[in-house]
C-alpha cells in the first residue's frame, strides 16, 4: 500500500523557468510533509518542510503548498537552475505508533536544461 | 564535522548468509534510522534506534534486526538473505525525529546473488 505517491518519475525544465513536483497521500494521519533531493552516489538531503497546521512555507527559491483536502502536496522551485538536477523525494509522518518513521514517495528525477 | 558514515559500500552475497551492514552517525546525535531503497521504489523505513533502544520498526521480517552501541553507532543485520534484499540501505541520524535534522549517509549497496 503506497501511502505516498509521486506520481511523475520525471520532470524536464528549461533553466529560469518554474520547476513543479507533486505528491499525493491518503494517510489522513500524516500531520508533517518534507522534501529531500537527492544527487546520485549521495544520501538524500533535507530541503523543506510542512506542518499540516499551514498551507504554505516558502524558503528561498522553494515553496511547498499543502492541500489538506486534497491530500496534495506540491514543490516549487523558482527559478529553477541546472544545479537542482536531482531525485526529489516527497516524505510524510504522523505522531503515535508511526512516530520518528517517515513514509516515502518514489522518486521524481528533475532535469534543469540550460 | 563528519557526516554520517556507513560501511561497507558495496556489498556480495550469497542468498542465505548473512549481512551486516554498519553507521556511524554524526557526533551528538543519539538517533539513528535504517531505510531500504529497493529498485524503483522510494526509501522504505526499517528501524529507529535511540538511546541504544529501538523505538520504532517499520513492515519488514524479523531476519532484520539490529542495534544500536554506547557511542550511538548502529548495525544492521540481514539474517537468511534472499534475492529480493538486493538494494541501497542508508542510514541517517538526528536530535530531532520529526525529519527536519536527518542525515543521511551515502548508504551501502547490497547484492544477493
Redesign the interface.
Known sequence: DQQ?K?NSPSLSVQEGRISILNCDYTNSMFD?F?WYKKYP??????LI?ISSIKDKNEDGRFTVFLNKSAKHLSLHIVPSQPGDSAVY?C?A?SGG???????????TILTVHP | EAGVTQSPTHLIKTRGQQATLRCSPISGHTSVYWYQQALGLGLQFLLWYDEGEERNRGNFPPRFSGRQFPNYSSELNVNALELEDSALYLCASSLDPWGRGYTFGSGTRLTVV
Open positions: 505516498v509521486q508533517y518534507l552516489a549521495e544520501g538524500p538531503t533535507f518542510s523525494f516524505a509522518m505508533t508511526s512516530y520518528g518513521k517517515l513514509t516515502f514517495g518514489q522518486g
